[in-house]
């Protein structure tokens, strides 16, 4: 079983949502990153979503796109992210990390060569923006054989026939965007997004996690009485930005334990099966 599964099991025994926070690997500093992994945990998060920096997102915001900046500047490159999580491993085996990012980097590395050096690294998940389902093929077959979960994301817009297409091909949980734009749009719609969430689960049994435009703990406690986990991004990497070195880790640590207790305040409307 991998650790996803097992973790979305543990918690959907617990009546919780999972907690999962995203951070860019290599921000603001490549010698912080392991840091501020076991920060997250320590503060409550349950999965871990590393962000491959990459120089032309299409998907991310402006905080997140200074975070890709900030770490391209400072050297940071594919195979750093993944001495990163080998480096997290060498204390935590349990928690999973899941690669957020762009096709590019994996293509110059090679899809064989990345997925083997993912496993060697204790990488459970890769989630791909511009990987779309139509076209996985045999890099979802390649990644499955390497023990890591392809992870798809779904919006609004997304109908019903793409759904199921989208639920065939993916594995460990599904990242549902909230609203229509980058990360860290903001008027979170938690009635459509329950709405849309109903719909998705006619098609998978697996755990959907919701993301983009949840700010603070008010919204990921709202966000957690209809989802299976809470996916929060820009406004974790905004503190980052905004914090001095000195306080980098206790910042991070209070407010993922400060989103980790809204959250454990309220019970997913569906139990992950």
Known sequence: MSR????????????????????????????????????????????????MPF???????????????????????LKDILDMVRQFRQQDAKTPVVLMGYLNPIEYMGYETFAKAAQAAGVDGALLVDLPP????????????????????????????????????ASGYLYYVSLKGVTGSANLDTKAVAEKLAEIRQYTQLPIGVGFGIRDAASAAQVAQISDAVVVGSALVQRIEDTPEADLIDTVTAFVRELRNAISSEAPSAATA
């Open 4 to 51: 996803i599964t097992a973790c979305f099991q543990q918690l959907s025994t617990e009546k919780r949502a999972a907690l999962i926070p995203f951070i860019t690997g290599g921000d603001p500093k490549p010698a912080q990153t392991v840091g501020l992994m076991h920060a997250l945990v320590k503060g409550g998060a349950d999965i871990i979503e590393l962000g």
């Open 134 to 169: 139509e076209e996985v093929g045999d890099i979802g077959e390649l990644f499955q054989r390497h023990d890591l979960d392809p992870i798809f994301l779904l919006s609004p817009t997304t109908q019903p026939e793409r759904i199921q297409r989208i639920c065939q091909a």
């Open 55 to 77: 120089s032309d997102p299409m998907a991310d915001g402006p905080v997140i796109q200074r975070a890709s900046e900030r770490a391209l500047a400072a050297g940071t490159r």
